[in-house]
């Protein structure tokens, strides 16, 4: 069984910043894509960012392009987000996803295993 864990979500003011986890359990996702998704209330759940299995090549939707930067530590099975000048739009439960193969895609189908979600809140 594949587990993943998010931590590090919080309440942040707009223009500050923090740092989510995905902690990976029962196997290592050294080999496969990893994302974030993210779901505002009343919104459905989006794209936020996604990495191949080494980290070599990352992706990021336009509205978080610039301010997040998503990155893994294989040998820790943790894959990071770094999400920096927050802004209250960013407001969402992020979820971590794990993927099928090397290579990163958007689109949710693409990830068979989720963790449960980590609150962010942003206050303007």
């Known amino acids: 069984q594949v587990q993943l864990v998010e931590s590090g979500g919080g309440l942040v003011q707009a223009g500050g910043s923090l740092r989510l986890s995905c902690a990976a359990s029962?196997?290592?996702?050294?080999?496969?894509?990893m994302g974030w998704f993210r779901q505002a209330p009343g919104k459905e759940r989006e794209f936020v960012a996604a990495?191949?299995?080494?980290?070599?090549?990352?992706g990021y939707a336009d509205s978080v392009k610039g301010r997040f930067t998503i990155s893994r530590d294989n040998a820790k099975n943790t894959m990071y987000l770094q999400m920096n000048t927050l802004k209250p739009e960013d407001t969402a439960v992020y979820y971590c996803?794990?993927?099928?193969?090397?290579?990163?895609?958007?689109?949710?189908?693409?990830?068979?295993?989720w963790g449960q979600g980590t609150q962010v809140t942003v206050s303007s």
């Open positions: 996803a794990g993927g099928r193969g090397r290579s990163f895609g958007t689109s949710e189908e693409m990830y068979p295993y």
């Open positions: 029962g196997r290592t996702f050294s080999f496969y894509a």
């Open positions: 990495l191949s299995g080494s980290g070599g090549s990352t």
